[in-house]
């Protein structure tokens, strides 16, 4: 990669390597800012970048998403601009020592769901969740990479339908049991990858991956996940965690989830063992409080916070007012006695037609 791409964007280290392309720190000589460029080369097709250039101006403005600044073709490559963050939580777990507290756990995935929950209240699926795909900013976890996303709304209103002999998408350690049976992915399998990535952080390995890794075969991980991927990977660690991958696993493929239980699940175990603990999303170093700063700086400071967009949707809402519950839900303890709260999002035409089918 050439020092200086696009006449501002002066090329200062590599920052990480993904499958399709590769991601650099740079300055922004025009703003002096700091910034991250993901470049891929231009022969790509269908192009990741193209389809994250897309699902990050629809996420514009959304907690925990990065800014897009700019893209465009450069020689070879098709590169996009985005806001610079810091370590993933591969990274994070690496620095300490592998191995993170129960709190710290659920702290993650609390801000993991919620980071969900508004992506899918875009009509958008992941489809590689895992921990590297979450970066850390002071105090808050940014999802990255939306090259494997995929609008599971068609025509407007139409969820996908459930087709089968899909290939397989994601990465085979965090991939959910549907990715590797080649069944067409929706909101569920972003949530079961999610699930997975929170026992790795918390056990330090999950029950298929051999320490062999020439034996990590995709057959293999198949395999072993259809027989170890059930609640178990939890135990040991508080029967929340248990709870709603038994939850997740209930989840019908058209199912909008219930974001709410999984974030007070998760919640419940951050309140219990207490926040004083907790290492990981820590604010950052250096705040300035608007009285410290001279006049001049305040009032820009003071504008700038009047001139702050309102997040169109409120991942709040989301998680406060969605539920769906499914046949299996209705075992759990958490749902006894609990009542049908109107579901708040979306129904899609399929969905409803899928109850139908059912009654
Ligand atoms: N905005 C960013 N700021 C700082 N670092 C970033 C940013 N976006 C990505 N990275 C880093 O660059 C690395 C490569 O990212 P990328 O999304 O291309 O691939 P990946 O998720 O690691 O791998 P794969 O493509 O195989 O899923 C990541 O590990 C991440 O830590």
Redesign the pocket.
Same mark, same amino acid.
């Given at each position: 990669m050439e020092d200086l791409l696009a006449n501002r964007y002066q090329i200062q280290r590599l920052? $990480?390597? @993904?499958?399709? $392309? #590769?991601?650099y @720190?740079a300055l922004d000589l025009k703003t002096k800012k700091k910034v991250?460029i &993901?470049v891929e080369n231009i022969t790509l097709s269908p192009s990741?970048i193209e389809k994250e250039i897309i699902v990050l101006k629809k996420l514009e403005g959304q907690e925990g998403f990065?800014k897009l600044h700019s893209y465009g073709i450069y020689k070879d490559h098709n590169y996009i601009v985005?806001? &610079? =963050? @810091? &370590?993933?939580l #591969?990274?994070v777990f690496k620095d300490f020592s592998y191995s993170l507290s129960i709190p710290e756990v659920a702290y993650l995935g609390c801000q993991m769901i919620r980071r969900i929950a508004t992506l899918h209240a875009h009509e958008i699926i992941h489809r %590689?969740v &895992?921990p #590297?795909?979450f =970066?850390t900013k002071g105090k808050t976890l940014?999802m990255? %990479?939306f $090259? #494997?996303c995929k609008s599971f709304i068609y025509a407007g209103s139409f969820h996908i339908p459930m087709t089968e002999d899909v290939g397989f998408v994601g990465?085979l350690m965090f991939a959910s049991r549907n990715a590797h049976a080649k069944i067409q992915l929706s909101r569920r399998d972003d949530l079961e990858s999610m699930c997975y990535s929170l026992a790795y952080l918390l056990r330090g390995n999950l029950p298929w991956m051999d320490a062999d890794s020439s034996k990590n075969t995709e057959s293999k991980i198949s395999l072993r996940k259809s027989m170890f991927s059930g609640p178990s990977i939890f135990e040991g660690f508080p029967a929340e965690f248990s709870q709603v991958l038994a939850y997740v696993n209930g989840l019908n493929f058209y199912y909008c989830p219930d974001y709410g239980f999984i974030y007070n699940s998760f919640k419940k175990i951050v309140d219990k063992f207490g926040k004083s603990n907790i290492r990981v999303l820590k604010k950052p170093k250096k705040t300035y409080r608007a009285s410290s700063l001279n006049p001049r700086k305040r009032s820009e400071s003071q504008k700038s916070i009047r001139n702050y967009i309102k997040p169109k949707i409120d991942t709040k809402k989301i998680i406060d007012t969605c539920f769906c519950p499914t046949e299996e839900s209705d075992t759990l303890p958490e749902f006894k006695n609990r009542k049908t709260i109107a579901n708040n999002c979306k129904v899609y035409k399929s969905e409803t037609l899928h109850e139908k089918a059912r009654q």
């Open positions: 920052v $990480g390597k @993904g499958t399709f $392309g #590769s991601v @720190g991250a &993901k990741p990065p985005i806001e &610079k =963050l @810091g &370590k993933n #591969s990274q %590689d &895992k #590297s795909q =970066l940014y990255v %990479d $090259g #494997s990465t």
